[in-house]
């Protein structure tokens, strides 16, 4: 079956660094996600992505995170100036359609920011 | 708005006893329910989904959920428990706006 695949596993990087955090959707998806997971809370959305644009973000989405669908596979979260508190698992997810259909997960990275 | 609330943050059971992990929900529309499930180092992995169509939904693994209006009910049943069910589950809401609110999370033990 059909993977979302995320890289790095974990990536440890130090504050005020900039991150790419990698993701390679499900090759017939149209609609990409990133959720975030602080750990001991709960799963966060951050931002859906759909025709090569934001469709909706969250509060959590500031200015320094942003996404690209750089080429026709991959799907990348960009933190510019990491923060202590941007530690957490990061989830790529992607669907074939929109609204309520199931979303398929990667396995997440851990960013450790020390 | 919506969001779920999970009632226990940890569940113990014995291996062949009933699994019943506990999510009610909030919304001001007509919710879709799903229950998700986390193996460790693993991503969420789909375990069943509520649509509006049949109350009771199957899932795979043997789980099943039951979807209660009077009660914003979502509760997530196995009849017997295997080793393998060990993990942390998660019961998450959407109004078919591709945003999921996700509960906190309930980690399921199985005893010997």
């Known amino acids: 079956e059909p993977e979302v695949t995320q890289t790095p596993s974990h990536q440890v990087t130090q504050m005020g660094q900039e991150v790419i955090l990698r993701c390679v959707p499900i090759?017939?998806?149209?609609?990409f996600y990133w959720y975030r997971q602080i750990l001991g809370q709960k799963v966060e959305f951050l931002v859906s992505f759909y025709n090569n644009e934001i469709s909706e973000k969250s509060e959590i989405f500031d200015d320094q995170f942003s996404v690209e669908r750089p080429d026709g596979s991959n799907f990348t979260l960009k933190i510019r100036s990491t923060k202590l508190e941007d530690s957490a698992m990061y989830f790529c997810a992607s669907t074939r359609q929109g609204g309520n259909s199931p979303l398929h997960f990667g396995n997440g990275t851990r960013l450790t920011v020390t | 708005a919506q969001s779920v609330t999970q009632l226990g943050s940890h569940v113990s059971v014995s291996e062949g006893a009933l699994v019943l992990l506990r999510c009610n929900y909030s919304?001001?529309?007509?919710?879709?329910l799903f229950w998700y499930v986390q193996y460790p180092n693993q991503g969420l992995q789909l375990l069943l989904k509520?649509?509006?169509?049949?109350?009771l939904v199957k899932g795979i693994n043997g789980f099943e959920a039951e979807f209660k209006k009077s009660e914003t009910s979502f509760h997530l049943t196995k009849p017997s428990a295997h080793m393998s069910d060990a993990a942390e589950y998660f019961c998450?809401?959407?109004?078919?706006?591709?945003?999921?609110?996700f509960g906190a999370g309930t980690t399921v033990t199985v005893r010997a």
């Open positions: 509520y649509t509006s169509a049949a109350t």
């Open positions: 919304s001001s529309v007509p919710p879709y």
């Open positions: 998450a809401v959407t109004s078919n706006d591709y945003k999921l609110s």
């Open positions: 090759s017939n998806h149209l609609y």
